[in-house]
C-alpha cells in the first residue's frame, strides 16, 4: 500500500511494553517520594552524623590489642567453629530437601512443594531472627548459634542443590538405570559427579557469607565473637571494639582469599 | 590377565578420601566445643515445644504496631535501595579495571572490600551510635551494604563487556560519556537490573533484621517481643515478615520480567 511513500518505522518496544516500563519507574518514583515524605527522620541528626563518626573513631584509636589473648582469641574461634559446623548442619538438611525439590528426580508435584515451601521460609527469616529463636530454645550459647546458622543455610544450599540437580544431564542417569543399578548407585555413580562441582562451589560460598554472619549472631547471645563485641559495646570500652572489628575484618578476609584459592583449585 | 580386566571401572581417589577424613576429624573437634550433653538436648527439646506451643495461636490483636513497623521497614527498604544503587552505579564504573586507570580502581576497590567484608548488623551498631536510633540508621546502614555487594557486581559486569564498541566509539571521537551512554550501558542494563531488583530483595529481608540493634523498622518490634516472652505476638510479627519477603519476591520477579523481554 504505502511501501515507498511513508517509510516503515521499526521501534525496539512494542506500545505495551513501553507502557509496563514506563509504569514501573512511575510506581518506583511514587514509592520513593511516598517513602521520603513519611519516613521519620530527623534531618539535625544527620548532619551531625560526621562529627559523631569523627569523635566515635577517635574514641576507638589505639586499638586496646593487650586484650587480644584473654577476651577475643576463643571467641574468634568459637566463631569458626559455628561457621563450620553450621555449614555442615545445613548440608545435612539440604541434600535430602533439595533432593525433594528436584522435580526431575521427585516426580510429586505435592513433594516439589513442600520443598520450595521449606526453603522458602527458611531463607525469609534472618540468621539473627533464627539465632533469637534458638537461644530460646538452647539457652545462650554456641550451640544455639550453630543450629541457627543451619537453619539459615539451607534455604540456600537447598535451592542451589536442587537447581544444579534438575540440570543434569539425563544420558549417565538412563544408562546405569538400563544396566540394572539400584537407586543408591544411580545417585553416587550417576547424579554426584554432576553435581559435585556446584556442590563445593555451593559449600564454600555458604560458608565464607557464615563466617561473616556467624560474627554477629552473637549480639543476640548465639556464641562467637559477637558477645564480646556486645559486653564491649555495652561498657563502651571503643578501644576494645576496635580490636574486635578489625580481628572481625581481618578473619573476613582471610576467608575469602581462602575460599577463592579453593574454588580455583577444585572448580 | 591383562590388566586392563582387573582395573575397577571407579578407581579410589585417595586425595579426596583424606579430605573427608580430615572433615571429619574437625566435625569431631568441633562438636566436641560445642557441649552437646545428652540432658541439655533434652532440656532444649522441652524449652522448643512450650515455645513452639505459646506461639500457637499467633496473636494479631495488636495489627496496628505490626503495621507500623512493617511500613517502616518498607520504607528503609525503599529509600536504601533508590540511594544505594544510585551511589553503586559511580562507584562500580570506577571499579571496572578495563575502563578505569589505576588510580581510580584502588579506591573504589577499597571502599567495596570494607562495605562488603562487615556484617550490615555491625554497621548499623556503628551509625546507631552516630545518628541514634530510628529509621535513619538503618538506611545509613543498608546504603552501606548495596554499595559492598552491587557495586562489586557491576564492576564485574562491567569488567566482562565486549570492548569493541568502546573502541568504536573511541575511535569515532566519543566523549566519555557518550561512550558509556552507547558502548557500555547497553551491554550491562540487564545485569544491572537484575542486581538492582535483586538489592531491593536484600534490602527488604535486612531491614527486618537491623531493627534488632535499634535501627528502625520491624526487627526493632520483634526483639522487644521476644524479649518480653510474648511469643504469641512473636509468631504474629515472623508470619508477617515471611509474607512480607514473599511479595517482595513476588514483585521483584515481575519487575525482571519486565525489564528482560
Given amino acids: 500500500m504505502t511501501d515507498s511513500a511513508t517509510p516503515r518505522k521499526w521501534e525496539r518496544f512494542t506500545p505495551a511494553q513501553r507502557l509496563a516500563r514506563f509504569g ?27 562529627t559523631q563518626m569523627a569523635d566515635l573513631f577517635r574514641r576507638m584509636w589505639p586499638p586496646d590489642t593487650a586484650s587480644y589473648a584473654e577476651n577475643v582469641h576463643d571467641a574468634l574461634v568459637e566463631t569458626m567453629n559455628i561457621a563450620g559446623m553450621g555449614t555442615m548442619l545445613a548440608l545435612v538438611m539440604a541434600l535430602p530437601v533439595g533432593v525433594m525439590g528436584a522435580s526431575n528426580i521427585v516426580r510429586v508435584p505435592a513433594l516439589n512443594w513442600l520443598s520450595k515451601l521449606i526453603l522458602v521460609s527458611s531463607r525469609s527469616v534472618n540468621t539473627l531472627v533464627w539465632a533469637i529463636l534458638f537461644v530460646a530454645v538452647f539457652g545462650p550459647g554456641a550451640l544455639a548459634g550453630t543450629v541457627a546458622i543451619g537453619f539459615r543455610s539451607v534455604g540456600f544450599c537447598g535451592k ?3 537447581e544444579a540437580l534438575e540440570e543434569c544431564d539425563k544420558g549417565p542417569i538412563e544408562a546405569l538405570r538400563a544396566a540394572g543399578a539400584p537407586w543408591p548407585s544411580i545417585f553416587l555413580k550417576g547424579y554426584w559427579p554432576q553435581i559435585a562441582p556446584a556442590f563445593w562451589g555451593i559449600t564454600l560460598f555458604r560458608w565464607d557469607i557464615n563466617v561473616r554472619e556467624s560474627a554477629v549472631i552473637g549480639l543476640v547471645g548465639a556464641g562467637g565473637i559477637g558477645v564480646a563485641l556486645d559486653t564491649a559495646l555495652n561498657l563502651f570500652r571503643w578501644q576494645q571494639v576496635a580490636l574486635i572489628l578489625l580481628c572481625i575484618f581481618a578473619v573476613v578476609i582471610a576467608a575469602e582469599v581462602l575460599v577463592t584459592k579453593i574454588r580455583q583449585r577444585i572448580i | 590377565m591383562s590388566a586392563h580386566a582387573a582395573k575397577r571401572p571407579f578407581r579410589p581417589n585417595w586425595g579426596a578420601r583424606a579430605g573427608w577424613v580430615l572433615l571429619g576429624i574437625y566435625c569431631l573437634y568441633a ?25 500457637v495461636p499467633p496473636n494479631f490483636q495488636r495489627w496496628k504496631l505490626l503495621l507500623e513497623g512493617l511500613f517502616e521497614t518498607m520504607q528503609i527498604a525503599v529509600i536504601a535501595s533508590a540511594f544505594g544503587v544510585a551511589l553503586s552505579l559511580p562507584i562500580g564504573l570506577a571499579a571496572a579495571r578495563n575502563l578505569m586507570p589505576a588510580w581510580a580502581t584502588w579506591p573504589a576497590r577499597a571502599v567495596i572490600a570494607v562495605c562488603r567484608s562487615f556484617h550490615p548488623v555491625i554497621f548499623a551498631i556503628l551509625f546507631v551510635k552516630a545518628v541514634g536510633f530510628g529509621p535513619l540508621a538503618g538506611i545509613l546502614t543498608l546504603i552501606f551494604a548495596s554499595i559492598g ?24 571521537g566519543a566523549p566519555f560519556m557518550s561512550l ?29 533484621m537491623v531493627g534488632i540493634v535499634g535501627a528502625g523498622g520491624i526487627g526493632g518490634t520483634l526483639f522487644s517481643a521476644f524479649q518480653r516472652f510474648d511469643y504469641d505476638i512473636l509468631a504474629a510479627i515472623l508470619l508477617s515478615i515471611i509474607a512480607l519477603i514473599m511479595c517482595s519476591e513476588y514483585v521483584a520477579t515481575r519487575v525482571k520480567a519486565v525489564f528482560n523481554d
Avoid: H
Fill in chain 2, 31 to 55: 562438636v566436641g566445643t560445642l557441649e552437646i550433653t545428652w540432658p541439655r538436648f533434652l532440656i532444649g527439646l522441652d524449652n522448643g515445644a512450650r515455645f513452639l506451643s505459646e506461639m
Fill in chain 2, 180 to 208: 558509556l551512554l552507547y558502548a557500555v550501558l547497553p551491554q550491562v542494563l540487564n545485569r544491572f537490573i537484575g542486581f538492582a531488583t535483586y538489592q531491593f530483595d536484600a534490602n527488604m529481608r535486612n531491614s527486618t
Fill in chain 1, 24 to 50: 514501573v519507574f512511575l510506581s518506583m518514583a511514587v514509592l520513593l517520594a511516598v517513602s521520603m515524605r513519611t519516613v521519620s527522620v530527623i534531618p539535625e541528626f544527620l548532619w551531625d552524623a560526621p
Fill in chain 1, 160 to 162: 542451589l542443590l536442587s
Fill in chain 2, 149 to 172: 555487594f552491587i557495586g562489586k557486581l557491576f564492576a564485574e559486569a562491567i569488567e566482562e563487556i565486549s570492548l569493541k564498541p568502546v573502541e568504536a566509539c573511541r575511535a569515532a
